[in-house]
């Protein structure tokens, strides 16, 4: 066996030491996450300034781009890995073109982690965010009121449903519907005179029409089990009809839950919800976990000049209904059918976020790098970024804490 001797251990150390002093701590940071990481790397103090950036959720969002941007003008997605500290230990990295042009990121499931992971990357200061269209892409529970299996929904409003008071449905009174009910009040079915400030937040209604224009230009992915299982709303009512038609690009909104909801009474009261708080404007066609956490995130940021809220776009798609069809009982749905579209959600996120994509950066020099003029409100419930919310009552409110 053969030993290095302590003079040689130490010159090392000292060469070490020099280059570190003489690079002035900017030695090149070797991602170790993938086999090809070897060959790439990011100085710190060179800035990517990405006009896309895709937030995918969790693994399964996030490979639909991996696999299928490459056969695109746009080029490898992984051409790139940069590391950041703060971000989820399972997705370590943000994944860029060559280009720099557009970047993605997976935070992870639930509001906690989409939240750490979008305000470190921010943080990070490898990136310019400024002029950066924040697509926030995912997988969805979809309303079969408003859509099926599939759909694919472009949203003006994110509606944080259980942050409000909640009884067990079996303890509350006899006339009531429901357990859940807003903070500051008697009962169900009433906007909240007390909050806490990230309840609902409303986008760019001029920028989520373009988006919705552009991902209409997709064939939208469909399958034989798909139409079989939401063939079973036919029998449900005129107001079901929704749920029984082929996937198509749709205009409504999403809630935000850590909780995975499923089932008739929650679907209804979670319905309601969204139409009180957003004082009739918002109609509630998907349910995920972490939408109002990344846009929490944007808003604070905005105010820093480091992002451009107005620049967020909002994309879920349909894998599963939020409760079950006529003739098949709420568990054996959530636990045995309940993703039976999941798929074709995932395609769809890619087909339709693609023609997104194609229609931002196509247009960049004549519409988008300045970005896109708002007629609406935007921001959250409580004006931080101007003017006053359009979907909260003038007065009676108070901020919680």
Same mark, same amino acid.
């Given at each position: ?5 302590? *003079? ?17 701590? %900017?030695?090149?940071?070797? @991602? ?12 710190? @103090? ?96 979809? @309303?079969? %009121? ?57 986008? $760019?209604?001029?920028? *989520? ?15 034989? @089990? ?73 808003? *604070?940021?905005?105010?820093? $000049?480091?992002?451009?809220? $107005? ?23 959530? *636990? ?7 798929? $074709? ?52 409110? %108070?901020?919680?804490?």
């Amino acid at each position: 066996m053969e030993f290095i001797s302590s *003079r040689s251990l130490l010159s090392a150390v000292f060469l070490l030491v020099g280059l570190y002093v003489a690079f002035g701590n %900017k030695l090149p940071q070797l @991602n170790q996450e993938s086999p090809r990481a070897a060959s790439q790397y990011v100085l710190p @103090n060179s800035k990517i300034t990405p006009k896309i950036l895709i937030v995918s959720l969790f693994s399964a969002e996030a490979d639909v781009w991996y696999e299928h941007l490459p056969g695109t003008q746009f080029g490898d997605l992984q051409a790139q890995a940069i590391s950041v500290p703060g971000l989820s230990p399972q997705y370590p990295s943000v994944y860029c073109t060559a280009d720099g042009g557009i970047c993605q990121i997976t935070t992870g499931m639930s509001e906690i982690n989409a939240a750490a992971t979008i305000t470190s990357v921010i943080l990070s200061g490898k990136f310019d965010f400024r002029k950066t269209y924040f697509l926030i892409a995912g997988i969805a529970g979809v @309303n079969p %009121k408003q859509g099926t299996l599939g759909s694919v929904a472009l949203s003006q409003f994110a509606v944080q449903v259980a942050l409000q008071y909640e009884i067990d449905p079996r303890e509350v009174p006899s006339h009531w519907e429901t357990g859940y009910f807003s903070f500051g009040t008697e009962g169900p079915a009433a906007y909240p005179t007390e909050f806490y400030g990230t309840e609902v937040f409303e986008l $760019n209604g001029a920028l *989520r029409d373009l988006a919705a224009g552009f991902a209409s230009l997709a064939t939208l992915n469909d399958t034989d @089990n798909a139409k079989n299982y939401r063939s079973k709303f036919g029998s449900a009512g005129e107001a079901y009809y929704p749920a029984t038609l082929p996937p198509s690009v749709l205009k409504c909104d999403v809630t935000t839950s850590d909780v995975f909801f499923s089932g008739y009474r929650l679907g209804e009261t979670f319905e309601k919800v969204v139409s009180t708080w957003t004082s009739g404007l918002g109609k509630y066609c998907m349910s995920a976990m972490e939408d109002n956490a990344v846009l929490e995130v944007l808003v *604070r940021f905005h105010v820093s $000049n480091l992002v451009d809220y $107005n620049r967020a776009i909002l994309l879920r798609t349909g894998s599963n209904f939020d409760r079950a069809p006529p003739g098949v009982d709420a568990v054996t749905h959530l *636990r045995g059918e309940h993703l039976n579209s999941i798929q $074709n959600a995932r395609a769809n996120i890619y087909l339709a976020g693609i023609e997104i994509v194609k229609g931002i950066l196509g247009g960049w020099d004549a519409v988008f790098i300045q970005g896109v003029p708002s007629s609406n409100y935007v921001g959250d419930i409580w004006g931080t970024l101007g003017g006053f919310p359009d979907f909260r009552p003038s007065d009676g409110l %108070k901020v919680i804490g």
